[in-house]
């Protein structure tokens, strides 16, 4: 089945320790995103890459970071900077320069 | 002021109603326009994608999109409980190699058995 994968699905962690966060996609996609979703509010784009190698911030980048080794693999940290790190993350993917994005089912991160 | 407005609900219907979701929105560069239905701890699943003004149909839903008024809506014809869920509007511009959509917060709407 071609799609998006996040593991793990629920995920607990300690205040001061990084994270990372795992998205796969076999839909030989060429730009995958994270976003971050918290309750009543909307999507809000973390980083995005559009490329192998290359990849942007988005609108709340600080205290995360990521890699983009290979065109199907796309890890985002969770670093012990950023602030307020339990919400709902979300990976997505699409054709590159096509407006159609599609996501994962999500990895749930609480930090106590 | 956010860029995209959307009534949070929670909205109750009983089964086989209409339901009408709206967006307003600021940005006038936006073109494209999407719906997405999201289950409770589950992904975004994209339902409807529109370019431009105008209408678009599929099955039980109904996009419509007035630039003019930057107003956009989800009718559901129909609903049935397994219709219980949020439903996000995005949207984005022609501009920009990088295609960063804009989310609604999300409209939670329930259908009544």
């Known amino acids: 089945d071609g799609g998006i994968t996040q593991s793990p699905k629920y995920l607990f962690r300690k205040e001061g320790q990084n994270v990372t966060l795992s998205c796969e996609q076999n839909l030989n996609h060429d730009a995958m995103y994270w976003y971050r979703q918290d309750p009543g509010q909307g999507l809000r784009l973390i980083y995005y890459s559009q490329i192998v190698n290359d990849f942007q911030k988005g609108d709340i980048a600080e205290g995360y970071s990521v890699s983009r080794e290979k065109k199907e693999s796309f890890p985002l940290t969770v670093t012990s900077a950023q602030k307020n790190p339990t919400a709902f993350y979300l990976c997505?993917?699409?054709?590159?320069?096509?407006?159609?994005?599609?996501f994962g089912p999500g990895t749930r991160l609480t930090v106590t | 002021q956010k860029e995209v407005e959307q009534d949070p609900g929670p909205l109750s219907v009983p089964e086989g109603a209409i339901v009408s979701l709206n967006c307003t929105y600021s940005?006038?560069?936006?073109?494209?326009f999407m719906w997405y239905r999201q289950y409770s701890r589950k992904g975004p699943e994209l339902l409807m994608y529109t370019y431009s003004s105008g209408n678009k149909e599929d099955g039980r839903f109904t996009a419509q999109v007035d630039k003019s008024s930057k107003y956009i809506s989800l009718f559901i014809r129909d609903s049935q409980p397994s219709d219980s869920a949020t439903y996000l509007c995005?949207?984005?511009?022609?501009?920009?190699?990088?295609?960063?959509?804009?989310f609604g917060s999300g409209t939670q709407l329930t259908v009544l058995p």
């Open positions: 995005a949207m984005t511009s022609t501009s920009g190699s990088a295609r960063q959509l804009t």
């Open positions: 997505a993917s699409s054709e590159n320069d096509r407006v159609k994005q599609y």
């Open positions: 940005n006038s560069a936006f073109q494209y």
